[in-house]
Structures are given as structure tokens and as C-alpha cells.
């Protein structure tokens, strides 16, 4: 199966254990922002931002495993992956917003990125195939 092109940010993250990991931040191609600061990349995980620019919904998609890449994305964003489930069940509670979709593997990740539009998630960058266009 072919995925269409998405879009990505690299992230590096020099403070891992096991050296630099270096994370993709991924969006489905339809996304007409092709740059996103730290501080919207964190609005958009905590649902403090529900919309792209142009309007259309952001669904955010999240790494369900407890893993290096996981905890290295929300240690980039400055809060634990604790803290962000705090976060979504506070707003999921007040009925502010729904918590991220939660995907086992960073396969799952980058293919439901590229079907779903408005699609916004994270991956290792060794993980983001030859279909996807870099736009860093």
C-alpha cells in the first residue's frame, strides 16, 4: 500500500539516554501550514488549538506505547506524558475537547496521519517513508 505524501518537522532532541533521537512531527498533506512552532506544536497535543489557519479540525494522533519516542516528543514539548493525560482528562471532562487518538505503533501513526486529513501526530524520523515530503 502507497501512502500519499505527508508533511514534517523534524525535532531533535539531544538529551536522550541513548544519544540524539530525532523525531518527526507529521501532518496530513492537506494541512496548510507547512511550519509549526513548539508553543502551537503543545496547544495543538493539549487541545488548547482545535483548528488549523484555514479553519479545518486538528486531530491529533498520539503514541500509545511507553517508549523513547513517546516520552522523548512530550520532554521536547516540557511536560511528561502524566502531565498530558492530566491535561486531556481534565478537558475531556469539562467537555472542552476529546484526548488524542491513541495508536500502538508508530506505523499506526504515520499511516493514519496520511489517510485522515487534519491529521497531526509524531514518529521517529527513521520511521517516515520514502512517500512523505519533507518540508523543514
Not at 496548510?32 to 493539549?46: C, N, P, V
Amino acid at each position: 500500500m502507497s501512502l500519499p505524501p505527508i508533511i514534517i518537522v523534524t525535532v531533535l532532541l539531544a538529551s536522550s539516554a541513548y544519544g540524539q533521537l530525532q523525531l518527526a512531527v507529521i501532518a496530513h498533506p492537506e494541512v496548510a501550514q507547512d511550519t509549526i512552532s513548539k508553543g502551537q506544536l503543545l496547544d495543538y497535543f493539549t487541545g488548547d488549538i482545535q483548528r488549523w489557519p484555514d479553519g479545518k479540525p486538528v486531530l491529533v494522533m498520539d503514541l500509545g506505547e511507553k517508549g523513547e519516542t513517546r516520552n522523548g516528543f512530550y520532554r521536547f514539548l516540557g511536560k511528561r506524558p502524566s502531565r498530558m493525560k492530566s491535561i486531556w482528562l481534565r478537558k475531556m471532562l469539562s467537555g472542552e475537547s476529546e484526548p488524542p487518538e491513541s495508536l500502538a505503533t508508530e506505523e499506526e501513526v504515520l499511516a493514519r496521519v496520511a489517510q485522515t486529513p487534519g491529521a497531526l501526530g509524531f514518529v521517529r524520523h527513521s520511521q517516515v517513508s520514502d512517500a512523505v515530503a519533507c518540508c523543514c
